[in-house]
């Protein structure tokens, strides 16, 4: 499990990308990742092409990021999901609260 | 040979800064001990009897090196190791020399007796 | 010195000399020095004094240090008392011995003061550690045992709440394996006062106590809704409302919600992120999905959540498997997932399907083998079954009637704010109930309410044709019209009349149900089912069964029927 995190050069988007198993062990690192900004981005990007495996626990982690960005406002983006995550967001409905590409 | 060569003065001196009162006590315990486990080692070499001599080698050589008298350490070291290997033969000889070089320790450990 | 408190040292030796000099070096160090002269004198001096750190002579008479460790190890037990040999002897393989004795160091002749010193207090560092380490390990324990004994004593509670439903019933098979005492899945079942099941399935987010006590909340929401009739779509809201007020963002629960109607024989399904349930159709012994089409509960707010079920038509004998994704992933030993193939294969074999649920079982544990189970595994199979093998074993017990409501009438009028949002069956219940007796008539009570008011609602106000629900497409269709005519229904209303009166033996309660629909021809109707050619909708046949007497006036858009009751515990008496 690894999280880094990349802002880009405007400051308007921030791209979370989580290598291996995406559970609870990975809970501080990704809210690190975002509440260390000194300016909020305006789209959050999670990034799972390194992604291998999503429990419950990393979609709360999501659900928090979401809220963090603002709920119902927020813009975020899952992407590059590998068909096993894809499946998992897909069972949770997680479509109707994320972008998910 | 001088007395240097026979007991370690920094060895004596360290013993007396630790020993303060006792360091006389010290030595008396040692000449005490080192004639009795001599006169032993001679009667266990008299009757053959190869574990009575490594013991009394083996406890005179870790005395005779914590009081600084190398050589006869280093000779007590001899007969153990032939002892261990229950071969006696030609220990006389090597247990002649310790009695020997134990006359030199106890005369210098005897005159820094007087000394204090 | 200050980094090394006063330590009870022993000192064995039987070199009289050699023993003088250790003695004062660790003296001059402040500490109490213990002697003994030979092996034996060692062991006796260490059980009665005590000592903190052994220095133990190789050679000894009598009994000699290699024999003397060995001892004091047994007596210091899992106590841990430092063991330094001292030596002359320098071959490797006399050292070596020293340490398989159980000795921790050596110290060689001639005495080095500076180093004995240093090994004193790095041992000690190390005792302290040690005894520290202990000192924790025994706190851990004492926590940990505590917290067991605390856990137990909340599951009794805990077990009262989420599983005093009908569980136990003979069409339904259930397994939930906890990875602690507590468990993040919960399974709840209970029948509504109509005899229709309910069943919940539910995978709170994480594990163990914090998962668990999301069960609680929901467990009595759902046991007190279900009792008192409310509908699957009511206490979905009101489950989701209380979970998304009291979980933190993040912790939400995937459920699979199912109604049985034993009667009908249907079912109503609701999946929020579960993986598929199935359906086991005995006939055909295919598998039909019930998927997921919607969040969790507790993750959005009652204006965003989508209660949307979906229907379907079962044959006595038809099974439906509901499990948490616990199944799905557990992992054999080199980390493959069981998944939803492993499912599919057991019921590919077609095993008799009384055994599917134990197939399925074992196949989930010959698969984990030596491999370890990292989440809860939930199983539940429910039959499709005849109303009275089900109905009978498991009827909620109701406390014994009390002075109440005796002679008394209610008008009642519903309309469509109210109709669109709101099942008023519950809340007549509630009144109907309060008559001293007629509580353990609530499930016949239930479905002659029930059946009246949706004739009233979907033939009289939504208009829709009972036709439809013959075929499976009409029936689905049927169901969607039902949902969009509600939507939209602006005008309209249905007014219930009750009166009842108390007589010693019983009573008798009058419902009457006026919609504001067309009415239908009962005349022709009523001569139909005379003649045997009837059509079964309208649940009319059941109602009649149960009622003394039932009759449609006017055009059809009036129904009344006559529940005579007899008092139960006068009869006993």
Known sequence: MAINSTVSSDGAELTISVEGRFDFSAHQDFRRSYESLDTPPRIYRVDMRETTYLDSSALGMLLLLRDHAGGDTSAVKIVNCNPDVKKILTISNFEQLFTVQ | MNDQQHIDPATLDMLEEVLEDGFIGLLETFIDDSRVKIVSLKSGLADANADVVRRSAHSLKGSSSNLGANPMAELCQRVEQQAREENLEGLDDIVEQIEAEYQHVETIMKEKMEKS | ?573
């Open chain 3, 1 to 573: 010195m200050a980094d090394c408190p006063a330590l009870k040292i022993l000192i064995a030796d039987d070199t009289q000399a050699d023993r003088m000099i250790l003695e004062s070096i660790v003296k001059q160090e402040g500490h109490t020095v213990v002697i003994a002269d030979d092996g034996l004198d060692a062991v006796q001096k260490f059980s009665q004094e005590q000592p903190d750190i052994v220095l133990l002579d190789a050679l000894m008479p009598n009994l000699d240090g290699f024999g003397a460790a060995r001892q004091i190890r047994a007596l210091a037990g899992e106590n841990l008392v430092p063991i330094i040999f001292l030596t002359s002897l320098t071959d490797t393989e006399s050292l070596v011995q020293c340490l398989d004795a159980g000795g921790d160091d050596f110290l060689q002749k001639p005495y080095n003061r500076v180093i004995l010193q240093a090994k004193i207090k790095a041992f000690n560092r190390m005792r302290e550690m040690h005894a520290t380490m202990l000192v924790q390990r025994d706190q851990i324990v004492k926590h940990n045992n505590q917290l067991i004994q605390e856990q137990t004593i909340a599951k009794q509670v805990f077990d009262k709440v989420a599983h005093s439903g009908c569980l136990d019933a003979s069409n339904v098979k259930h397994y939930v394996s906890p990875r602690a005492v507590f468990n993040g899945d919960v399974l709840v079942a209970a029948l509504r006062p109509s005899g229709n099941m309910m069943v919940l399935l539910g995978d709170f987010t994480g594990h163990g106590l914090p998962a668990a006590i999301g069960g609680m909340p929901l467990a009595s929401t759902f046991y007190g809704m279900v009792h008192k009739g409310f509908a699957l779509t009511d206490i979905l809201g009101e489950i989701n409302a209380k979970l998304k007020t009291i979980l933190p963002t993040g912790v939400f629960c995937c459920a699979t919600f199912l109604e049985f109607n034993f009667r009908e024989r249907t079912m109503t399904a609701w999946n929020g992120g579960l993986p598929d349930s199935f359906i086991y159709r005995q006939k055909s012994k295919t598998v039909e999905a019930i998927t997921s089409r919607h969040l969790p509960l507790g993750v959005v707010p009652n204006s965003q959540l989508k209660v949307d079920c979906q229907h379907f038509e079962l044959a006595v004998g038809d099974r439906c498997y509901l499990w948490s994704d616990g199944i799905h992933e557990a992992r054999n030993k080199s980390g493959d997932m069981f998944g939803e193939k492993g499912l599919r294969a057991v019921f590919h074999q077609q095993p008799p399907p009384e055994q599917i649920f134990d197939e399925i079982m074992h196949a989930v544990t010959n698969f984990i083998g030596d491999g370890e189970v990292d989440d809860d595994l939930s199983l539940v199979e429910i039959s499709m079954a005849a109303p009275d093998q089900v109905e009978s074993q498991t009827m909620p017990r109701f406390p014994s009637p009390t002075p109440g409501l005796m002679e008394w009438s209610l008008d009642f009028e519903v309309k469509p704010s109210t109709f669109r949002y709101f099942d008023p069956l519950p809340l007549l219940l509630s009144v109907i109930t309060e008559v001293p007796g007629l509580r353990s008539h609530s499930g016949s009570l239930y479905t002659i309410l029930a059946e009246l008011y949706s004739n009233a609602l979907e033939h009289g106000v939504l208009n829709l044709d009972s036709a439809l629900k013959q075929s499976s497409e009409g029936f689905a269709e049927y169901y969607n019209l039902r949902a969009q005519r509600l939507r939209n229904a602006r005008r309209g209303y249905i007014r219930f009349h009750l009166s009842h009166d108390s007589r010693e033996e019983g009573g008798r309660l009058l419902i009457r149900v006026v919609d504001s629909g067309d009415g239908f021809n009962h005349q022709l109707w009523i001569e139909d089912q005379r003649q045997g050619r009837g059509y079964s909708g309208r649940g009319i046949p059941l109602i009649r069964n149960m009622c003394e007497s039932l009759h449609y006036r006017g055009k059809g858009n009036e129904v009344e029927v006559v529940y005579r009751w007899a008092n139960e515990l006068l009869k006993a008496g």
